[in-house]
């Protein structure tokens, strides 16, 4: 069962900085932040309510002690928030399984329009804005 389960497992990262630069338009909808925190916050502002789960001073993965564990009605297996040089800069939310994988894909596609580029292999979708990108 572990196995099979680990096939499944695929994270979107919602990130603070440009994916790359194309010659496209901007997604629909950009988020200027994520579950409330702003890209490029400073990690003091938010440190009360993050429990480290792995890193240093110059890049470290949290978790938000509050959040549950669903991102748009979708049950998540994790949702992570990075920092880099003490600055917001992605979120990871981690989901298990093709229907989830689905609903995700559906839920990114309704929000920020059509992906810049998709990768059907890999299953890889990709979301370009000024500010922030989806992966």
Same mark, same amino acid.
């Given at each position: 069962?572990?196995?099979?389960?680990?096939?499944?497992?695929?994270?979107?990262?919602?990130?603070?900085?440009?994916?790359?630069? /194309?010659?496209?338009? $901007? @997604?629909?909808?950009?988020? *200027?932040?994520?579950?409330?925190?702003?890209?490029?916050?400073? +990690?003091?502002?938010?440190?009360?309510?993050?429990?480290?789960?792995?890193?240093?001073?110059?890049?470290?993965?949290?978790?938000?002690?509050?959040?549950?564990?669903?991102?748009?009605?979708?049950?998540?297996?994790?949702?992570?928030?990075?920092?880099?040089?003490? /600055?917001?800069?992605? $979120? @990871?939310?981690?989901?298990? *399984?093709?229907?989830?994988?689905?609903?995700?894909?559906?839920? +990114?596609?309704?929000?920020?329009?059509?992906?810049?580029?998709?990768?059907?292999?890999?299953?890889?979708?990709?979301?370009?804005?000024?500010?922030?990108?989806?992966?």
């Amino acid at each position: 069962m572990k196995e099979l389960s680990c096939r499944w497992l695929y994270a979107f990262s919602v990130m603070g900085a440009l994916i790359a630069a /194309r010659g496209v338009t $901007a @997604m629909q909808n950009e988020p *200027g932040d994520f579950r409330g925190v702003p890209w490029g916050a400073p +990690l003091e502002e938010h440190r009360s309510g993050l429990a480290l789960m792995s890193g240093d001073d110059q890049l470290a993965h949290y978790r938000r002690v509050p959040d549950t564990n669903t991102f748009a009605h979708i049950d998540t297996w994790r949702i992570s928030y990075r920092f880099y040089k003490n /600055r917001f800069s992605s $979120a @990871m939310v981690t989901i298990v *399984g093709i229907n989830n994988f689905n609903s995700m894909l559906s839920h +990114l596609t309704k929000t920020y329009g059509q992906p810049d580029s998709v990768s059907p292999r890999h299953r890889i979708y990709t979301w370009a804005g000024e500010n922030a990108g989806i992966m």
